[in-house]
Each structure stands twice: as C-alpha cells, then as structure tokens.
C-alpha cells in the first residue's frame, strides 16, 4: 500500500479495460545508469591491477 502512496496516477487508457486509471511502472536504473557506484567484479579487477602495476600518477598524487 505505501508504494501506491508513493506513486503518481495518470489517466492512460492501456489494454482492455482503457477506462481504468492505471499507474507508471517505476523501474530500476541499470547498471550503466549508476555512477559512482563500484561493482564487486570491477572493485575486484581494479585493486588486482593495482597490486601487481601500482598505482597511477595521479591517485598517488591524492594520496
């Protein structure tokens, strides 16, 4: 119930019972849509590479 709160009603006829009011399905961004956001593989990937070539100029440069 808390979600249907949350959620806008528009008008939209769809299907076959066009006169009902129905509600926008919210979905989840993708994956390529989060920025900032590390994934476990690419963490994973990233800290190997680190390791075995060191770092680069400009992140020992922030450290």
């Known amino acids: 119930m808390q979600a249907l709160r949350r959620v ?3 008008a939209v006829a769809v299907g076959l019972n066009t006169a009902h ?3 926008k399905k919210v ?13 476990k ?3 994973f990937i990233r ?11 400009c ?3 922030f450290l």
């Open 21 to 23: 009011k129905v509600a």
């Open 59 to 61: 992140e020992t440069f």
């Open 27 to 39: 979905s989840e961004p993708r994956q390529c849509q989060r920025r900032d956001h590390l994934t």
């Open 8 to 10: 806008a009603f528009y």
């Open 41 to 43: 593989r690419t963490k």
């Open 47 to 57: 800290d190997k590479i680190c390791k075995v070539s060191g770092f680069m100029a």
